[in-house]
């Protein structure tokens, strides 16, 4: 029941992050005199549709809820880029369309800066990806969640006690446990020994008896981790937005990374010689494995934010939010960045770019992109079992 309440949160998390992000493209179009025709939920086919008169994004829009609920779509007139008609998107400026193309992205990352800004004044998890983590002097507050168990090793002391992921270790053999660093210094310490360990899960403490391996690695066989979490006050808008800046940055090397060890593993794999083959097929496995498509988002990683509490829900949803606005920077056709790509080549050479020409380059790249989502949805389902 719970998987079941975490995958509707992540479809409705991620019909939210394309939503807005299409309601962005259809309120600058309108403020640059584009005619928006439909603005849906979801795709097709349709399940509801109105048409209102007179709306936020115009007059006679048609409003829809479709079936398909991967996202949503507004629908633009003339949206090919020669179109010339009055009110046609094709019959904006060179200046117009940019903004209308890139206002998806930018509310796609305000959406990122708010609920960062919000999670500063509750507490914003500190990201293992950012070093150096922004906040001002002063105007910082750190809280240190207690050490809890995120995986577990089979056959392990942990796993053969019966404790369970998300536990919280408490005590250590009469110590109370503030650091990670101090747990993993306690189990070595006592290597081979039968020590008490005290837990709390669900809200209710636990203690357990422990006989820990005695080796040099791993006596307690389970993976640790620590959540510190960042309070501001006056300060929290300056780093919800520095954050998010951050974040991004890190986002767009991820991306770089991931094309990387793709490009290197694909390559590679022409080589004559094995050891070549294999170090690239090590860097294809590496790249499938940073990968996380709508399969992976809706049935594992949102439903296990929302079981995890809404602080952890309202960080991964601002990290999705900022995905989107990366993804949709990058030049390729299918997506926003690349449709401005594809709309300046063509201005700066001075060649008209046809409806022709402009359907069959994002065509084939929808098409390719298509093959992408289906092969990371192949590897999201091999996740799960």
Request: charged share 20%.
């Amino acid at each position: 029941m719970e998987l079941l309440f975490g995958i509707i949160v992540g479809i409705f998390v991620l019909i939210f992050l394309v939503a807005v992000h299409e309601f962005g493209h259809g309120i600058v179009a309108r403020r640059n005199g584009v005619v928006v025709e439909e603005f849906g939920i979801g795709f097709p086919p349709l399940a509801w549709g109105k048409r209102i008169k007179k709306s936020v994004l115009g007059k006679n829009v048609k409003y829809t809820i479709n079936w398909l609920p991967l996202g949503g779509f507004v629908k633009l007139q003339g949206e090919n880029d020669a179109a010339a008609g009055k009110g046609d998107y094709g019959a904006a400026s060179y200046w117009s369309k940019t903004k209308i193309l890139f206002a998806g992205v930018v509310v796609n990352w305000l959406v990122a800066v708010l609920i960062f800004t919000v999670l500063a004044w509750t507490g914003l998890p500190k990201i293992p990806a950012i070093a150096n983590q922004f906040s001002v002097d002063g105007d910082t507050r750190v809280e240190r969640k207690p050490v809890r168990i995120m995986g577990l090793v089979e056959g392990y002391p942990a796993e053969k006690t019966g404790f369970k992921v998300y536990d919280e270790v408490l005590v250590f053999n009469g110590q109370k446990i503030e650091t990670v660093e101090q747990l993993i210094s306690n189990t070595t310490e006592y290597r081979g020994q039968t020590v008490s360990m005290t837990i709390k899960r669900d809200g209710v403490e636990q203690t357990k008896t422990v006989q820990l391996r005695d080796g040099n690695k791993s006596n307690f066989g389970a993976q640790l981790g620590q959540q510190e979490r960042i309070h501001a006050t006056w300060s929290a808008p300056i780093v919800g937005v520095v954050t998010t800046a951050q974040f991004t940055w890190e986002t767009f090397k991820g991306v770089g990374g991931l094309l990387a060890d793709l490009g290197g593993g694909i390559v590679s794999q022409f080589s004559f010689n094995n050891s070549t083959r294999k170090a690239g097929g090590e860097q294809l496995q590496k790249a499938e494995d940073s990968v996380a498509g709508p399969v992976a988002i809706v049935g594992m990683i949102l439903p296990s934010a929302a079981e995890a509490g809404l602080t952890e829900l309202l960080f991964i949803t601002a990290i999705i939010s900022l995905a989107l606005t990366v993804m949709n920077v990058l030049p390729i056709p299918a997506f926003d960045g690349g449709r401005w790509f594809l709309m300046t080549l063509y201005k700066l050479r001075k060649k008209e770019l046809t409806k022709e020409k402009e359907e069959k380059i994002v065509g084939i790249s929808f098409m390719i992109l298509m093959g992408l989502v289906v092969l990371i949805t192949i590897a999201d389902v091999k996740k799960f079992f």
